[in-house]
């Protein structure tokens, strides 16, 4: 018995793309502290340098590679030196960009680098690590998704694109799959989260811009990806904003639009002008590489609970009231 508590586990390998900041940041150090071997990669490989010095002292072994998922072949070559002629166990989706602005007046370029990078990225690493799983038979495939592969984003059109073109793509993967009951496909639905991408995005509205009222603290989805590497499960709504607009928009999709989008406009009709900019779609930049983005109350979800109970009081009574009109 004792022998068998001294038996090591072994020491998984884990991708994770856009690691450099934000929800990427935390899940790279939530599995560091796991004691797992990372493969983290980004754009931006001062700041995968930085995480990496990060994650060593919690006793991980980290290799930096430099990877714009939205090019196939540099996501083909992120696979191979992740293996490197041994296995990849975990493979984690996550880099994205976000662009807002009216759809006409958004340069349609802009709108199409979202879609590559946040739909077709993720196929990109799906089609790169798949051959791996198939070949030690077996793997996890874990897609960071968002609420927004379910309530679209008013003045998002590419990022909502992406996001429910996400939905289909994984859902189509998990069937494809069905014969291969140790590889698994999960998605990760969260809330709108703390993190800097709302200062890395693309802006065509000519007004600053801040997230919803209510954010979560990404350490929190990375304790959830964690779990599901642990624990694989097909899907993961984290917080219960996410559970709720998800639900809201199932069963009332133009109202909840609808509010979405009032919402949105009434913020931007009082918020301070800005010129337009492309944010980090095309190049990364050097500023927000932090986990969080200082919008929110880290590392204290709980903390929002009262919100969260008073804004589904007042959508679930905006519901009812439009159901029985």
């Given at each position: ?14 991708v ?10 935390a ?51 992120l696979?191979?030196a992740?293996?490197d002629?041994g ?11 976000f662009?807002?602005g009216?759809?006409?007046q958004t340069?349609?370029e ?16 799906a ?20 609420i ?31 014969s ?5 496909v ?10 800097p ?20 603290d990404?350490?929190?989805?990375a304790?959830?990806?964690l779990?599901?590497?642990l ?23 133009t ?14 009709k ?13 190049c990364?930049v ?17 903390a ?22």
């Amino acid at each position: 018995m004792e022998n068998d508590q001294h038996i090591k586990r072994k020491i998984r390998t884990i991708v994770i793309t856009g690691a450099s900041s934000g929800a990427g940041r935390a899940i790279a150090l939530a599995f560091a502290r796991h004691g797992d071997h990372l493969v983290i990669a980004s754009r931006n490989i001062a700041a995968l340098e930085e995480l990496a010095s990060e994650c060593t002292m919690f006793g991980a072994e980290v290799k930096c590679i430099a990877c714009d998922t939205s090019h196939y072949h540099q996501v083909l070559n992120l696979a191979s030196a992740a293996a490197d002629g041994g296995e990849i166990d975990i493979w984690v989706n996550n880099a994205g960009v976000f662009a807002i602005g009216n759809f006409d007046q958004t340069p349609l370029e802009v709108s199409e680098q979202v879609i590559r990078t946040n739909l077709l990225g993720y196929m990109h690493g799906a089609h790169a690590v798949l051959p791996y799983f198939k070949k030690q038979g077996y793997g996890i495939l874990i897609n960071n998704i968002s609420i927004g592969g379910f309530l679209p984003v008013p003045f998002g059109a590419g990022y909502s694109a992406a996001k429910f073109g996400l939905r289909g793509f994984s859902a189509s993967l998990k069937s494809e799959l069905r014969s291969y009951p140790n590889i698994h496909v999960c998605d990760a639905f969260p809330g709108f989260l703390d993190t800097p991408g709302m200062q890395h995005a693309a802006n065509y509205t000519g007004k600053v811009l801040k997230p919803g009222p209510l954010v979560y603290d990404p350490d929190r989805l990375a304790i959830e990806i964690l779990k599901l590497s642990l624990n694989p499960r097909p899907e993961k709504m984290v917080g219960s904003f996410a559970s709720l607009m998800r639900l809201s928009s199932a069963l009332f999709p133009t109202l909840t639009t609808a509010i979405a989008g009032s919402i949105i406009r009434t913020y931007l009709k009082h918020a301070k002008a800005i010129p337009p900019t492309n944010g980090n779609i095309f190049c990364t930049v050097e500023y927000g590489n932090a986990v969080h983005g200082g919008w929110g109350i880290p590392g204290k979800p709980k903390a929002h609970r009262k919100y969260i109970a008073l804004g589904a009081v007042i959508l679930l009574s905006a519901l009812l009231i439009k159901k029985n009109s």
